[in-house]
């Protein structure tokens, strides 16, 4: 398996920063928040495109994907939606990136069946424009949709290649859902793994790698014995939680950590 970390952890730092960080500690790749307050994003130029991409190329580093803040499952027209998903994969086909995250977002008042109808409605159209870019959408365990369990009700009907799952460990873990019972439900689908650590469901404050209490070593082991050599994503959410320890500090320790755990693994 590849390691990544996400720029959710630095955020706002230039890239050859973020370029230097990874070469230093050891990581592959870096996934890329796409927001407007980050250095990379869908307003970017293809003068600006193209030389990021040639940063990350010069540096050794892989973009893993472009994480997005697209809502498939929320209510409205499905254009917006779907304009704002089109432009991920135009920016992660500029960067050379193989993968964009959406979330669920589903209203919580409205009936279940209706927001995975919509999820899966909307997904299904982007799955052709993904085709044509050679990116892939990745729905995230996240909010509405947090379990595996979840995320397969529109993954599923939709029964594309390129529309996959992101598998978040803490929300799935938080969802009550052991990582044995996700790897199940996710692994026709899956792009890469987010991996990350909190104190308790009530305390989501990000800590380094193994120094809380979710389950990553039951992760890494499930993913070992079914033979999955995909990503591992290191995302400390730094941008939401401005007490959290710097991550450039962290992520030496990090890389050794998870780098144990694949070998125990092995």
């Not at 592959?28 to 970017?44: D, F, I, K, T």
């Not at 996240?142 to 595996?148: F, L, P, V």
């Not at 799935?172 to 469901?201: N, R």
């Amino acid at each position: 398996m590849k390691l990544a970390f996400s720029t959710l952890g630095v955020p706002g730092l230039p890239i050859p920063e973020v370029l230097a960080l990874a070469t230093e500690h050891g990581y592959h790749g870096v996934e890329l928040r796409a927001h407007p307050e980050e250095p990379v994003h869908p307003g970017l130029s293809p003068a600006e495109r193209g030389e990021t991409a040639a940063l990350f190329e010069a540096a050794g580093v892989e973009v893993l994907g472009v994480a997005g803040y697209a809502r498939v499952a929320a209510p409205g027209d499905d254009g917006p939606v779907l304009d704002e998903i089109r432009g991920l994969l135009r920016l992660a086909h500029d960067l050379g990136a193989p993968f964009v995250r959406v979330f669920p977002g589903a209203d919580a008042g409205r009936p279940r069946e209706e927001s995975d109808a919509t999820a899966a409605r909307r997904l299904g159209v982007a799955a052709e424009d993904a085709a044509a870019l050679g990116v892939r959408v990745l729905l995230e365990t996240h909010d509405s949709h947090r379990t595996g369990a979840d995320a397969i009700r529109v993954l599923g009907p939709v029964g594309h290649g390129q529309v996959g799952a992101l598998w978040d460990v803490m929300h799935t873990w938080l969802g009550g859902e052991q990582p044995s019972q996700t790897y199940a439900a996710l692994a026709p689908h899956l792009g890469y793994v987010q991996v990350k650590d909190i104190a308790s469901a009530e305390d989501t404050v990000p800590l380094a790698l193994g120094a809380g209490v979710l389950p990553l070593t039951e992760c890494v082991d499930v993913l070992a014995r079914a033979g999955w050599d995909g990503w591992l994503c290191w995302e400390y959410e730094k941008r939401w939680y401005e007490a959290a320890q710097p991550l450039p500090r962290l992520l030496g320790p990090g890389r050794e950590y998870l780098t144990r755990l694949l070998n125990e693994s092995a």
